[in-house]
Each structure stands twice: as C-alpha cells, then as structure tokens.
C-alpha cells in the first residue's frame, strides 16, 4: 500500500458496488465482510487478496489489526442488510433479526474511521433512520444524507437509495464548521430528503419502461438457478456510479486535508 494512500473497509458487501466506485475515487480496499456465498465467489474474483469476514460480527478491532496491519481506515462503508426496511419484507426494522446496524455502528465504535458510508433503501427513512443519525453524533460523527435515483446517474431504472454520510468531528480540519453543532439538525428536517429530483419520472412510467426480466411467467425456468442468483445479487448490489459522487467528494476532502498537515 501506498504511503498516504486513502483507505477504505466495506462492510455488508455484496458484491462490490460501493468498493468500486471508492477505488474509482483513489480509495484502497483493505477488508472486505460478506455472508453469502455467492457474492464473496465475485469478491475472490475481483478482489483475490484481500481480506475477507464472513460475518460482521467477527471484524473487531483485533482482528482488523491481525489481517490488515492497520489500526483504522479513512472510510468504512456499507448496505446494511435492507430486508428490515424494503416495502418487499415485513418492515419489522429493528425488531428484525436481520437488522445490523447495531453490529456497523460497533465497528465504527471500535475502528473510529475519519467518515462513514451507510446506504440502504429508502424505507429506511420510516424505520431506523432516526436512531443511525443518533447513533453516529453519539459516536462524535456529523451526519449528512443524500437520496439518490439510480437515473441520476443514467441507469435505466429508477432505484433510490439512501446514502448516509458520518463525517468525524474529531479532527476539525474535515468540518466546514468545525464550531457547527449539527446534532439532531438532520432528524429534523429528515423529510426533506424524500423530495424528487426536477426530472423526477412518475411510477407509471417505470411500469411501463422496466428493463424485461427473462424467463417464465411464473419464475425462472429449470436449469438457469445460477442465472437466478446472479438476478438476485444484482437486485441486492449498489450502483457504483450513484455511489460516486459521494465516495469522490470524501477523497478529495481527505486528500486536501491531508496536504494541509504536512
């Protein structure tokens, strides 16, 4: 790894949405965590030498030290698992066995990063999303939200996706304010995040125009399962390009910041 080299820990991975577009924006993947096993198959692939968790809970500050060498990152980021919030669950949120943002927010405890990824679906903003602001400031993270359509970006489909952004309060150099008190500031005025962008296309349109799905009426035909798993993990993956900008807007705040040091 390079001296200065920005790095970067994914966590609920998938297979490597959020990773690319952070490399794209000059960032070092460092360790990656993924329980499935079909995700972590394209993660061996693209990704051969690094290290790998299979479950969250088992990346702990000792053991990021053990298989990384490093005691933190510039960035950690994340999908914590959606089922929880997604109109397709049951929107349990937190009452849900699936739910880990408890298990993120520990190893953002324990790893204490310069910023924080989080990014899930937009139901997110009517179950937990009051308690994963809350639970980053107490942490000593400003907290700032984007929501995002994959259109914004020129995918034909339209997929918002939540993408909450910690920004540590402990080195003022990364604040525009360091004498800001952002606290709660969010979680007030969090329903304006679910305004539409100017050339926001109505559901209608994405009836109609939804790229074809092949196969059955009724599901997938024999003999394609791994096609079906690829469909699913897709369906479950991060764009890389929604992700982008905002992966590229904290490199180039750490980039500057860490000029300014020497």
């Avoid at 996706?161 to 920004?167: A, L, M, P, T």
Wanted: overall charge neutral; glycine content about 8%.
């Amino acid at each position: 790894m390079k001296e200065k080299e920005l790095t970067h820990l994914s966590l609920f991975t998938g297979i490597g949405g959020i990773d690319l577009a952070a490399e794209w924006a000059g960032f070092e993947t460092v360790g990656q965590c993924e329980f499935a096993d079909f995700p972590t198959k394209v993660l061996k692939k693209h990704w051969p030498d690094v290290p790998r968790w299979r479950d969250v809970k088992d990346v702990t500050r000792e053991s990021f030290e053990q298989w990384t060498g490093l005691q933190t990152v510039d960035l950690i980021s994340g999908g914590f698992p959606c089922q929880p919030h997604s109109v397709i669950g049951s929107r349990k949120g937190a009452d849900d066995e699936r739910h880990l943002w408890p298990e993120f927010c520990r190893v953002i405890r324990e790893l204490k990063p310069r910023f924080v990824l989080g990014e899930n679906v937009q139901g997110v903003l009517s179950t937990v999303y009051d308690t994963v602001c809350a639970d980053l400031e107490n942490e000593g993270y400003e907290v700032r939200t984007f929501n995002l359509p994959a259109y914004a970006v020129a995918a034909p489909h339209e997929r918002y996706r939540v993408f909450i952004v910690g920004i540590a309060k402990s080195e003022p150099g990364l604040q525009t304010d360091s004498k800001a008190n952002t606290n709660g500031s969010q979680r007030e005025t969090w329903s304006g995040t679910l305004r539409k962008f100017r050339n926001y296309l109505p559901g209608t349109y994405w009836t109609a125009h939804k790229p074809p799905v092949p196969g059955m009426d009724d599901g997938f035909p024999n003999g394609m399962d791994r096609y079906k798993q690829q469909r699913m993990t897709l369906g479950n993956a991060v764009v890389p390009q929604q992700a982008y900008p905002l992966v590229k807007a904290i490199s180039e705040i750490l980039f500057d910041y860490n000029r300014r040091k020497q």
